[in-house]
């Protein structure tokens, strides 16, 4: 449907981008948002670097570990050290963060308009920030639960007393044998509730998620929709990016922003209904927020 060629540079200043953004958010009927990691990394979740070795300094020490992202997928040699790991990877992501500035931002600019936010992140910041959950569609999963790892059935389990309790008694990077955590049907070891292969379990909540999100984009699909993508990257743009493209190429009235860090891109063929800003996405709402750009 698309070409293969992106928008480049574009002619507009990065402030006339910002004002446009400003009044298309206080004009459209509707604001669909989409998330992706590079919003909760705006809001200094970062994976890597100073905030990684002051978490998991001992793991990079003992298995070579660089960032939280790949150590979700290191194959430890037992469920002690499996569990070690995401314990201590859900406690700072999950439940120990305040909420990032640029989520209270978002919400101060969406809280009176009709929205709906789908995001591929799961570290629970929209609902943290006061987002109302009936309009939030996790895609990829909660790091706050936990499903079978065969799966037996589908059905996921609320994990932070377990989760905080396997932190406070780990030791030498490994949690007790009796904290591991089993599926109550068939006995199997527990896993994570995230998409990273076919196994990934769409519980009840999950549907509903789904079938009131399809239901906002059915009964808002020619009006006048703002599409706006913060920090989705390439690892999954076909739950985010090209709907988004493409709803926006079937409705004149809808406009697409894009902001990403070094990948602010539109085809061609929306370029017109667009808006691309390539900064910082906490920068960007802090601007929009002010009483004047």
């Not at 996790?138 to 609320?158: F, V």
Request: negative net charge.
């Amino acid at each position: 449907m698309f070409s293969k060629t992106a928008t480049g540079k574009s002619t507009e200043t990065y402030y006339d981008k910002i004002a446009r953004l400003k009044t298309e958010l206080e004009t459209a009927d509707t604001v669909v948002v989409g998330a992706g990691a590079g919003l909760s990394t705006s809001a200094g979740m970062s994976y890597s670097g100073e905030r990684f070795e002051k978490y998991f300094s001992d793991f990079h020490r003992k298995y070579g570990i660089t960032d939280m992202y790949s150590g979700g997928f290191y194959p430890f040699d037992t469920l002690e050290e499996y569990w070690a790991w995401w314990s201590r990877h859900i406690l700072v992501n999950r439940y120990e963060p305040g909420v990032g500035k640029p989520y209270a931002d978002l919400l101060a600019l969406v809280q009176d308009k009709d929205y709906f936010v789908l995001t591929t992140n799961v570290d629970h910041q929209f609902q943290l920030a006061g987002f109302d959950k009936n309009r939030l569609f996790y895609t990829q999963g909660d790091y706050g639960l936990w499903q079978c790892s065969k799966p037996c059935h589908n059905k996921t389990y609320d994990n932070e007393e377990a989760v905080r309790r396997m932190v406070a008694e780990q030791k030498d990077m490994k949690i007790p044998p009796a904290l591991i955590p089993r599926c109550p049907v068939c006995g199997a070891p527990m896993t994570m509730n995230l998409r990273c292969d076919d196994a990934f379990v769409e519980d009840e909540g999950w549907h509903k998620a789904a079938e009131r999100y399809n239901d906002f984009i059915r009964r808002h699909g020619d009006r006048h929709v703002l599409f706006l993508e913060l920090g989705v990257g390439a690892n999954t743009p076909a739950i985010i990016k090209y709907p988004f493209w493409r709803m926006t190429a079937q409705n004149p009235r809808a406009v697409y922003v894009c902001v990403n860090y070094g990948e602010a891109f539109c085809p061609k063929e929306i370029e017109e209904q667009s808006i691309r800003l390539d900064g910082d996405i906490g920068a960007v709402l802090r601007m929009i927020t002010k009483p004047c750009v």
